[in-house]
């Protein structure tokens, strides 16, 4: 079983910063993907952030430039470091962890319960 918890989040003034972090625990692949999420009120949830295994890094390009995501040297936490916060930016932030499944090899995705950014004036 995996857990992944996030926290980090709070309510921040537009330009601002914050740092969210992941951190995932128990029984994991050797190798996985992990990354964060968001969802704003009112529309679906959109990837933020991914870095895999093997470091290589994805972003929205709404975050780009602003939003740096990272891992340390174990591999199961990571970090969503959040600059010049926009109150658009506002939203629950969901991390995630991706391992195939022993089994049958298939994708099998792990979520936080999810940690609040609110960015306002």
């Known amino acids: 079983q995996v857990q992944v918890v996030e926290s980090g989040g709070g309510l921040v003034h537009p330009g601002g910063f914050l740092r969210l972090s992941c951190v995932a625990s128990?029984?994991?692949?050797?190798?996985?993907?992990m990354g964060w999420y968001r969802q704003a009120p009112g529309k679906q949830r959109e990837l933020v952030a991914v870095?895999?295994?093997?470091?290589?890094?994805e972003y929205a390009d709404s975050v780009k430039g602003r939003f740096t995501i990272s891992r340390n040297n174990t591999g199961n936490t990571v970090y969503l470091q959040l600059n010049s916060l926009k109150p658009e930016d506002t939203a629950v932030y969901y991390c995630?962890?991706?391992?195939?499944?022993?089994?049958?090899?298939?994708?099998?995705?792990?979520w936080g319960q999810g940690t609040l950014v609110t960015v306002s004036s």
């Open positions: 995630y962890l991706e391992e195939a499944d022993a089994l049958t090899g298939e994708p099998l995705r792990h």
């Open positions: 128990g029984t994991i692949s050797s190798t996985y993907t």
């Open positions: 870095v895999s295994s093997g470091g290589s890094l």
